[in-house]
């Protein structure tokens, strides 16, 4: 194994708390971002250079995203609700954070929804996008997007939403613009912006990138951005790093599942320990309980996932990649009767594990 590209992984997760990458990862993002350095000379030059690092972290993390991405999410935002706190609280606009923006499809995605919701072309909406990408915020600045941000826009939306651009592009309208502005933010090292002030706050996929403790350390700071009677969206994958991560929204009544078949139950004790384990940074007593609790549950696709968070914390890939493929086995096998903990899906367990067997390979 080539150290310096360990060395290398080390910097980046530092820098931006994306868990240690693997070191052929780190090798590819150094080919495009500093050509001609190998990892040796990349870790001379870096000192003198920070902005090396931050070309490097472009290329090594993962920066998919799209327009109205899980909408059924997106949904459930009650926009007249929170337009309605933030004057309770003497404001006079909604404020709403995308944390972890890249692109900024998901903020202007945001902006939108809020114009179609409120009736208006100018609503009392601001959105503050930001990331840690200085490239990403460059695209999310221009505004321009090619058919795979878009493919999930209705027609009628993306009439109304964007003009034409050069090579079969489409622009985001100065409508929608006027509702943002982006900023670079690194959500490990920099203070939250004004605590307390955020209506709604959105994260999406991006805490799975992170070990357990970075991830409950973000959490944290996010809730804490969070204005009385806020709201904090979290992505599907997210959900199974952080317990109680999402702010309830009310929800419409439901039949009761059958309840010899639970689609959910509290999570065992030795799930429980499993977790607490993970945040103190107990990589070895981790595995050792969630294999116990495997052992007695075969089919608990929400352990094996987090046996695979436990093994990457442990420097173990391969394992982890096992365990992932374990839990969306037992998904297949068995989907309803899963012990899944509570507001955790079938399909957030699954994106979980393709999210980081991609980012382990």
Known sequence: MNLSLVRIAELVQAESGVRALQPHAIARALAVAAPGLDADAFLAAVAGKPELLSRLIDE???QETFFWRDEAQLATIDWRSLLDRARARGA???????????SGDETYT?????M????????PVRILGTDLSRTALDRAAAGVYRERSLRLVPRRRRLSAFEPAANGCARIRESACSLVRFARHNLVRDPVPPPGS???????NVLIYFDAETASLVHERLRSALALGGRLLLGAADRLCITGAETPAPAPARRPAPPRQPAHAEPTPLFTAGIAHLVRGNAVEAIATFRRALYIEPLHAAAAFQLGRAHEANGDADA????????LRALS???????LPAQVSAADVAAACTCRIEALS
């Open 92 to 102: 006079n606009e909604i404020q709403a954070w995308t944390a972890g923006c890249s």
């Open 110 to 114: 945001l902006a939108l929804q809020a």
């Open 320 to 327: 982890a990649r096992r365990a992932y493929g374990q839990a």
């Open 60 to 62: 090594a993390t993962v």
């Open 198 to 204: 955020f209506d709604l706050v959105l994260c999406r």
């Open 116 to 123: 179609h919701a409120l009736g208006a072309s100018a609503p």
């Open 333 to 339: 096998e068995a989907p309803v009767v899963n012990r």
